[in-house]
């Protein structure tokens, strides 16, 4: 079946796969096709319309941990990623604490500004290093921009504590055994498609 399939449609994807992916994520077929390759391989941690859910990345805005260029989300796909956050065990409860309000500060939350004040020391010596000294994060490492309203583990307190106190683990599983480098080229344009529609030309 798999076999009869391939067959039918893969001078389809040939054809697309020799078009820019820009160009792919403005075409209505390409885009109907790679929805359902979406929607097969994608939409059960991202959900079906993209937006995902907690611990699993929204691709409908601008906000990447690896880049939204074609090229960032094509590896995305093929190799996959492993995101790691170690936990910080070295602050204590309280100091997490202190870390968690300096985040949330960085942000414009609500936060207490004693905590605010010892825990920039606390980001400074132990987060900076991949967070980056503006907290804006480092796309080379996944390491996510601190001073947005964008929360992949959730934005209280508790979860922001856990999170340094606990660290966090996220694998993004590698496609390229399974799809073929057409098929992926087509699934990054309609990924890429689902925020240039919110970030025209990103």
């Not at 096709?33 to 929607?39: D, I, S, T, V, Y």
């Not at 906000?63 to 996959?80: F, M, Q």
């Not at 985040?103 to 010892?118: A, E, K, M, Q, T």
Request: hydrophobic share 35%; charged share 25%; glycine share 10%.
């Amino acid at each position: 079946e798999v076999r009869r399939a391939d067959e039918q449609y893969g001078p389809i994807y040939r054809k697309y796969a020799a078009r820019d992916v820009k160009e792919l994520a403005g075409d209505a077929e390409a885009r109907a096709m790679g929805q359902r390759l979406f929607l097969n391989h994608c939409a059960q941690c991202h959900a079906s319309d993209g937006a995902g859910s907690r611990g699993f990345p929204n691709l409908t805005d601008n906000d990447w941990l690896y880049g939204g260029s074609p090229e960032a989300i094509k590896t995305s796909i093929s190799e996959g990623r492993n995101g790691v956050m170690p936990p910080y065990a070295g602050a204590g409860a309280e100091g997490a604490r202190d870390a968690a309000h300096f985040i949330l500060s960085l942000s414009g939350r609500p936060s207490d500004n004693l905590r605010v004040f010892r825990g920039k020391e606390i980001f400074q010596s132990n987060c900076a290093a991949c967070h980056g000294a503006d907290a804006r994060g480092n796309q080379q490492l996944g390491a996510p921009n601190l001073t947005d309203r964008v929360w992949l583990h959730g934005s209280s307190e508790s979860a922001i504590v856990e999170t340094i106190s606990k660290g966090r683990m996220s694998q993004m599983p590698a496609h390229k055994d399974f799809l073929s480098a057409e098929k992926i080229h087509l699934l990054t344009a309609y990924i890429y498609g689902l925020s240039s529609r919110v970030a025209p030309g990103k």
